[in-house]
């Protein structure tokens, strides 16, 4: 009798240690992991998140964060819920360089979630410049601040930014780029007769793609000043080479509507 009793505790305590490890951050995180293999991804967010509210700032719990904020954004696209969870993880992290690395995704979800508006973004890439200084993917902070400015409809900060990226990555890969936005820049403010300027730089020094990409702008420019020849004949030298041959087409018969309207 006394045998069967000692068995029924250690029955019980076998059942109660199993139910323990199978609520362990370690196995909560193999379930999440599992979920999330079988696309069920707000069941794994829910697991993910048990583990980050009972262990917040242990290296799991980190992860688990980081889980979390990557299924919202990379899985259901859900912009805000993932800038949210990527701000929790900044408060976790630790580690210069993890922050630096979160901190440039968060700008970029930032900058790709129009329905937020540019502010944010902008901010968040002031920031990195202020951060990374020179190292070798500053260039692309600051092409992505003017776009953002840009986007934002500062056209002014735009094209400042744009020209302060040049000055200071003369030889940088984006340098073409950044002279082809500050012209659409320009040419968005209304100055068309400053952003031709640049538009005929571009064409005449850049590589081919920057440069059938200034035709087109400047063939738009020409078209608002109402130089429709010289803006049809430019539409037309880059009919069968722009990435959208549809839109250029769709240009050329707009002109020739209005031709044809001016004669009337």
Known sequence: MKNNKLGGV??????????CNANSPENKFLLAEKLLEDKKYDAAISEFQ????????????IESQLKI??????????????????????????????KREIEKVLADLQFHSSVLGYDQAIESYKKLIQEDGFKEDA??????LGRSLF????????????????????????????????????SAKGNCTEAIKRFDRVIAEAKEE???LAIFSKASCLEEQDELDSAYELFSSIKSSYPSPTVVELKMQKIKRRKI???R
Do not use: C
């Open 10 to 19: 250690t029955l019980l305590l076998l059942f109660f240690v199993s139910a």
């Open 50 to 61: 048990v583990i980050v509210e009972k262990s917040p700032y242990s290296p799991i719990g």
């Open 69 to 98: 904020a990557q299924i919202q954004h990379l899985y259901l696209g859900r912009s805000q819920e993932a800038i949210n969870a990527y701000r929790e993880l900044l408060k976790r992290v630790k580690d210069d360089n993890q």
């Open 139 to 144: 260039e692309s902070l600051f092409f992505r």
């Open 151 to 186: 986007l934002n409809a500062k056209f002014d900060d735009a094209v400042k930014m744009f020209d302060t990226q040049k000055e200071r990555f003369p030889n940088g890969p984006l340098y073409w780029k950044a002279e082809l936005e500050a012209a659409n820049s320009l």
């Open 210 to 212: 920057n440069k059938i």
């Open 261 to 263: 309207l001016r004669k």
